[in-house]
C-alpha cells in the first residue's frame, strides 16, 4: 500500500486566486498535482506545455517528485519585462523637472 501526501496547488491571476488541496500517492510529480487539482479546467489558460511549475517560489521542472506538506505554484508569463519597465522609470525620471513636475 502506497503512503499518501498532501500537497497545495495554487494559481492565481489579478481577479483570482485558487488554492486546492490534493492528496496524492507517494511519487508523483508535478504535473500530476496540477492535473489533479482540476484547476486547468477551471482556469483554461494554463498550459503545462508552456506555464512555468515551482514548489514553495523556486522553479522546478514538471517530472519533479513532490513531497508531503509542498506548495506547488502555477506561474502565469509576465505582462510586461521587469527590467525594460525599471528603464523606462529611470527615463522617465531623468526629464522630469525638478519637483515632480
Not at 485558487?18 to 492528496?23: G, P
Not at 506545455?49 to 514548489?55: Q, R, T
Not at 513531497?67 to 522617465?92: N, T
Amino acid at each position: 500500500m502506497s503512503t499518501q501526501i498532501h500537497v497545495e496547488v495554487v494559481y492565481g491571476r489579478r481577479d483570482r486566486q485558487k488554492v486546492v488541496a490534493v492528496s496524492l500517492g507517494e511519487g508523483a510529480t508535478l504535473r500530476e498535482a496540477v492535473e489533479r487539482s482540476g484547476l486547468q479546467a477551471e482556469f483554461p489558460e494554463i498550459d503545462l506545455a508552456s506555464n512555468k511549475l515551482g514548489i514553495w517560489n523556486k522553479l522546478a521542472k514538471p517530472d519533479t517528485v513532490v513531497r508531503d506538506k509542498d506548495r506547488v505554484e502555477i506561474y502565469r508569463p509576465l505582462i510586461a519585462d521587469p527590467k525594460e519597465v525599471r528603464k523606462q522609470r529611470a527615463a522617465e525620471g531623468k526629464t522630469m523637472k525638478k519637483g515632480g513636475e
